[in-house]
């Protein structure tokens, strides 16, 4: 994915995705607050440099979900890691 540059400096990316993501944009500009897909992704990007950050040895994330139970989210998988 070569990105070129903008008049202001940023680079600009693009990109084919599924119906299904195209949903799950949808979702997370409401969930999220916003209301482009650019912030989706750069909120999404955050959390998952968070989640990279405080995962353990074998990449795991544990996370308290809203009702107080705990949830492992396997980060790396297969010899990706």
């Given amino acids: 994915m070569a990105g070129r540059k903008t008049k202001d400096l940023e680079n ?4 084919a995705v599924s119906p299904q993501t195209l949903a799950m944009f949808e ?5 999220f607050g916003v209301n482009n897909n650019a912030d989706v992704l750069r909120k999404a990007l955050a ?10 040895d074998d990449h795991v994330l544990r996370i308290i979900d809203k009702d107080n139970e705990p949830l492992e989210v396997q980060l ?4 990706a890691q």
Avoid: P, T
Wanted: glycine share 4%.
């Fill in 76 to 79: 790396a998988s297969g010899s």
């Fill in 27 to 31: 979702k997370l500009q409401a969930d």
């Fill in 47 to 56: 959390l998952a440099d968070i989640a990279a950050e405080y995962a353990n």
């Fill in 12 to 15: 600009e990316i693009s990109f």
